[in-house]
């Protein structure tokens, strides 16, 4: 078990790549702290998973974009569990939508969400992992958007680069507190947030077939990522960026 008897707190842990992180950090060994927004019902779900798993859970409903969910998330875990040992930061949104005319509300939702709930989020864990003076890891879910761009994406992609660009300057802030940031940039990964876009028959076979993989990612392929990058295993990893995308990217010609 690659997190044996750890604590892993994970942000937007109701669906997707979040809910795949936490019962992955759960089959792994880790008991687990799952923050949500308003989705009790299948909050409860991923707490059934995880103890189904012989681990303990525990759900702090919260909006990421907000500055004092991040210290109460942690707050809540350290009460429950007593420490931090690993931190995923997952939460965040899409809401696609045309350059020309893009909302201001919706760059707004969009940068809060994904990139400020990031930075406060990552900053609480990483205050409670220097206090107990144990080290810890960060990993927070980018995206393949971090490197290339999206027509209907011009708010979205910005945030992930951000993301990205965040795990590595922390590295470097926190490396002296033997805490390791690492990010993950997942390609198109069949979940929620991209459900309506990959409805259309022919735009999914497009996606499936610029993968050389032939296939769109699941959640789990995400999060076993994760599980290595939280683990021992990758002692001597900070400030990396792993692509997980099928060989999309490397797929130009």
């Known amino acids: 078990m690659l997190l044996e008897n750890k604590v892993v707190l994970v942000t937007g842990a109701s669906r997707g790549i979040g809910r795949a ?38 759900v702090f ?7 004092e969910s991040a210290a109460g998330f942690v707050d809540a875990a350290v009460q429950a569990f007593g420490r931090v040992d690993v931190f995923v ?31 406060f989020m990552t900053q609480a864990a990483a205050n409670q992992m220097v206090k107990q003076g144990q080290g810890g890891s960060i990993v927070a879910i980018s995206s393949i958007s971090a490197l290339v761009g999206g027509e209907m994406q011009t708010h979205y992609t910005p945030t992930k ?35 309506d876009d990959l409805a259309d028959p022919k735009k999914r076979e497009y996606m499936e077939g610029r993968i050389p993989l032939g296939r769109l990612g ?30 999309a990217f490397a797929n130009f010609q």
Do not use: W
Not at 61 to 67: E, H, I, Y
């Open 61 to 67: 409903d919260a909006d990421v974009a907000l500055p």
């Open 218 to 247: 699941r959640p789990e392929d995400i999060a076993s990522v994760v599980a290595f990058l939280a683990s021992d295993m990758a002692g001597y990893m900070s400030g990396a960026a792993l692509l997980v995308d099928g060989g």
């Open 161 to 195: 680069a951000g993301v990205h660009s965040l795990m590595q300057s922390c590295a470097v802030a926190l490396g002296k507190h033997g805490i390791r940031c690492n990010s993950v940039l997942p390609g198109t990964i069949a979940t929620d947030i991209n459900k």
């Open 89 to 119: 930061s997952n939460a965040g949104i899409c809401p696609f939508h045309a350059f020309l005319d893009m909302p201001v509300e919706t760059l707004r939702r969009t940068m809060e969400v994904n990139l400020h709930g990031a930075y």
């Open 21 to 58: 992180t936490a019962v992955e950090a759960a089959r792994q060994g880790a008991d687990v702290a799952i923050n949500t927004f308003r989705d009790d019902a299948v909050a409860a779900e991923v707490v059934a998973e995880i103890e189904a798993l012989g681990r303990k859970a525990i």
